[in-house]
Each structure stands twice: as C-alpha cells, then as structure tokens.
C-alpha cells in the first residue's frame, strides 16, 4: 500500500543515508519528501549539519567563478 | 473548434518559443566548453543555426537537453576543424578570466582561492562536471546531455570532485573536521 506523504515525514534517515543523497539535495534533485526528510535530520544532527554548511559554501565560492575550470577537460571529454 | 483547424506553429515561432529562451544557459556553457567569448557566441550561433534547421523534427520535449546535444555535437565538429585553436591551458586565455585589478584580487578570499586551488587540481573528469553544474548551473540531465554520459556518472564525479576539494579545505584549515557519525 502507498504510504501518505505525512507518513513518510516520521521516518528518520540516519547519517548514512543523508550523506549519500547530501550532493542530489544541495542541488534540487531530489523529490519533495526526499527534501524534507533530509531537512529534518538536518534539524538535529550537528555532523551532518557541518557536511552541508561546506558543500554549501564551496558551491557558492564555485559559483562566484572562483576557478578558471574546465574547459578544456570539458571538451577533451567529448572528442573521443 | 477540432484540431485540424489549429494552424500549425512557423519555424519561426517554434524557434521563439523553444529556443530563444535557452539562449542564456546556451551561452554561459558554451563560455565553459570553450576558451574565448568570442569561440561562445560562434558555437552559440551555429547550435541555433542547427537548431533552426532541425526545428520541425523536434518534438517539444525537453528542449534544453536538445539544445545541449546540439551544441556538444556541434562542438566537436569545431573542435576537429581547429584540433589546437583554444586550449585553455594557454596562459594568455587564463588571464582572461582571473581579475587583473588588484584590489579585487585582495578581496578575494582565502578560502576561495583554496576551493579555486582545488578546482583546478581536480582530475579533467571531475572538474568538467563540476564546472557544468556548479559553475554553468545545469541539471545533472542537461550536465549528462553535454557530456554524453549517463546521469549516474555525473553523480559520482560530482561527488567525487566536491569530496576531494572539500578534503583540500579541510587539509588547509578552512574547513571544520566532521565529528564521527553516530
């Protein structure tokens, strides 16, 4: 039987399973309740919380165009 | 009113309504797949140019991705005309791209200069996705569609690449240890 979304939300992911959805999190890739059930680990776990705060940040230093990446390897990666 | 008195779209309006609105992220990937401006805007202006020509066979779906497959196709065709034409290992080409005023230079942080350090120490598989999805903002979909890989394949080497320069961070200071998981 489907499980109602507001079941879902008593689950608790442990350290575990956020660390292997962390990356598709921080980049909204993954559903809705995936979402909100690593938010609520989030709420409470202080090493996991760590692991966000610097991915978070090194997506934004990333962003900001910080390195002059890529290019390059990017092409070198398509003409095989 | 059935449906076979609906005109069908021009190309034109076709074009306008699924390309012209890509052209942003077209352009800021084209920047990272070559070395110039300049070499952008002309791989920019040949993927609409094919886009153009093959408008009536597109089929509405994920046109983004379509673009991108376009483009990488198109971008490898120009890389064979030109096997040697931009490099971005040339300094001249690097300079382009690093501020030259140095109060920005100043500015900038020690910690972006570590994750920039890191970034560019990271093996071509790793940094190249790393640039589409954090640097470009593509999805893992549209990341997977310029590379020709399997979404999954983004996935781990953009784990892997973060994995290594927050690694460097943490090496360096800049980043706390995580505490054992319980």
New interface residues.
């Given amino acids: 039987m489907k499980r109602s979304f507001g079941h879902a939300l008593l689950d608790t992911y442990t350290c575990h399973v956020v660390a292997k959805r962390l990356q598709r999190y921080l980049d909204g890739e993954v559903d809705g309740a995936t979402k909100l059930r690593v938010e609520r680990h989030l709420e409470t776990c202080r090493t996991c919380g760590i692991d966000v705060e610097t991915y978070t940040r090194i997506k934004a230093a990333l962003a900001r165009g910080v390195t002059d990446v890529s290019h390059a390897e990017v092409k070198s990666q398509q003409v095989v | 009113m059935n449906a076979e008195s609906v005109a069908p779209e021009s190309d034109a309006q076709m074009f306008n309504r699924y390309v012209t609105p890509e052209i942003g992220v077209l352009l800021r990937v084209a920047r990272?797949?070559?070395?110039s401006r300049s070499d952008a805007e002309d791989l920019v202006q040949e993927t609409m140019l094919r886009a153009f020509r093959s408008i009536r066979g597109f089929d509405g779906e994920h046109a983004r991705a379509w673009l991108l497959t376009i483009m990488?196709n198109a971008?490898?065709n120009r890389?064979?005309r030109t096997p040697v034409a931009?490099?971005?290992?040339e300094p001249e080409l690097?300079l382009e791209?690093?501020p030259s005023d140095p109060a920005v230079l100043a500015e900038?942080s020690e910690?972006?200069?570590a994750?920039?350090h890191a970034?560019?120490e990271?093996p071509?598989?790793f940094?190249?996705v790393?640039?589409?999805?954090?640097?470009d903002?593509l999805?893992?979909a549209d990341a997977a569609a310029?590379?020709?890989?399997p979404i999954g394949t983004v996935?781990s080497r953009?784990?892997r690449g973060?994995r290594r320069?927050?690694q460097h961070?943490i090496e360096r200071g800049l980043?706390?240890r995580?505490?054992?998981?319980?």
């Fill in positions: 990272t797949m070559t070395s990488r971008n490898i890389a064979r931009d490099s971005l290992d690097l791209r690093t900038r910690f972006d200069e994750v920039r970034a560019d990271l071509a598989p940094r190249g790393v640039a589409l999805v954090d640097l903002g999805t893992y310029v590379l020709d890989v996935m953009l784990h973060r320069i927050k961070l980043a706390p995580k505490a054992a998981r319980t």
